[in-house]
């Protein structure tokens, strides 16, 4: 990113029809062809796909709307990363046997069994379109001419190799890193390491009781699962806390969420004012925070231009729940099917709007 890249060309391979789409990202060339992503698996015998690889290359308004990555270039950086963490050696998912080492996961070991329905960058670009577009597996299945049950062989190996994947695109800046990357919204604020906020995902209500109380939701009226996360005053997302139940305050995903350990002294944690976790916080971290407002009386001159103050520095975190809610994995309603799904998928969501450009230009 903040790199200028070169238009991406499309050859046709004279052996098998293919197109080989070529990406140079100074000096470094990306390729994707039959024979050099370790993809050597052709089509299955229902017919190709209907959506391609190949036919989103020379568009980056369709790579954008299909996946949600800003462009073709990025797309592409993503997959070749993911076949360095062993995309090519995943072991499928297939209940519980499934589980644990196989030797394919060893490098340079060949993964055994069938040949796969899709080439590996398609069902990469399958487990994108969920994502984006939270298609039904049934509709996945028409678009990739495979059965529904591959689908979901497909999307839950995907999620969780992804999800295990994209650990490395939450950073934890240093504060010289934070001060070097302070937006001016936040001149007034120059110790604030995390801006926090939680939101919360609709759910399909659960048969069990239990769970229906668990995930039940006074604020949205509804049965939902919610989530904590943490973003930098530049907004660069730098925390994502463990999934709750709808029940749960924010005070108690914050105090179980590992980060208050992780907050160095002099620094400042803003927040909305239902966060209330002052005694929380370590010695010599502070809480930035609206004031409180007994509903008694009006607020003061004083108190309402400091809530506009902390209002106009917190819509970053605002503005990166949008861009992770253009995600519709995350809009409507989970099935209960995908519940054990939906941690590891909004975790991608809130991670990947990291390659997005950012949300501040001048500084």
């Known amino acids: 990113?903040?790199?200028?890249?070169?238009s991406p060309t499309s050859v046709l391979c004279p052996t098998c029809g293919h197109t080989n789409v070529a990406v140079t990202d100074q000096g470094t060339q990306h390729e994707i062809t039959h024979n050099t992503v370790s993809t050597q698996t052709a089509f299955n015998d229902s017919g190709h796909p209907d959506i391609t690889l190949e036919g989103l290359a020379q568009s980056d308004d369709k790579v954008r709307f299909y996946t949600g990555f800003v462009n073709f270039q990025m797309f592409l950086v993503m997959f070749r990363t993911l076949l360095t963490h062993g995309a090519d050696r995943l072991n499928y998912w297939r209940g519980e046997s499934s589980v644990g080492e196989r030797k394919y996961h060893v490098k340079d070991q060949k993964k055994s069994g069938p040949a796969r329905g899709l080439r590996l960058e398609d069902e990469f670009l399958l487990f994108c379109m969920r994502l984006r577009l939270a298609l039904l597996q049934e509709h996945l299945a028409d678009i990739f001419k495979i059965?529904?049950?591959t689908v979901s062989r497909i999307l839950n190996t995907w999620v969780n190799f992804v999800y295990d994947s994209s650990k490395n695109i939450v950073p934890w800046p240093t504060r010289e890193q934070l001060l070097y990357n302070l937006p001016r919204a936040f001149m007034d604020f120059s110790n604030t390491?995390?801006?926090?906020?939680?939101?919360?995902?609709?759910i399909e209500k659960p048969s069990s009781h239990v769970a229906q109380w668990q995930t039940w939701s006074e604020y949205k009226h509804n049965n939902t699962v919610k989530l904590l996360i943490g973003v930098t005053p530049n907004g660069t997302v730098n925390f994502i806390a463990r999934m709750w139940g709808g029940r749960a305050s924010d005070r108690h995903i914050t105090m179980n969420s590992g980060l208050i350990p992780r907050l160095e002294p002099g620094m400042v944690v803003m927040a909305d004012k239902g966060v209330t976790i002052q005694d929380l916080l370590p010695q010599n971290v502070s809480l930035n925070m609206p004031p409180m407002i007994p509903t008694a009386?009006?607020?003061t001159e004083d108190e309402v231009f400091k809530t506009q103050h902390i209002a106009s520095a917190r819509i970053v975190v605002e503005m990166k729940m949008e861009q992770a809610k253009n995600y519709r994995c995350l809009q409507g309603i989970v099935p209960l099917t995908e519940i054990h799904l939906i941690e590891q998928m909004a975790y991608i969501c809130f991670a990947w709007t990291n390659l997005l450009p950012p949300l501040f230009k001048n500084y």
């Open 1 to 6: 990113m903040g790199t200028e890249c070169g």
């Open 147 to 149: 059965s529904k049950s």
């Open 193 to 202: 390491q995390i801006v926090l906020d939680c939101t919360e995902i609709f």
């Open 297 to 299: 009386r009006q607020m």
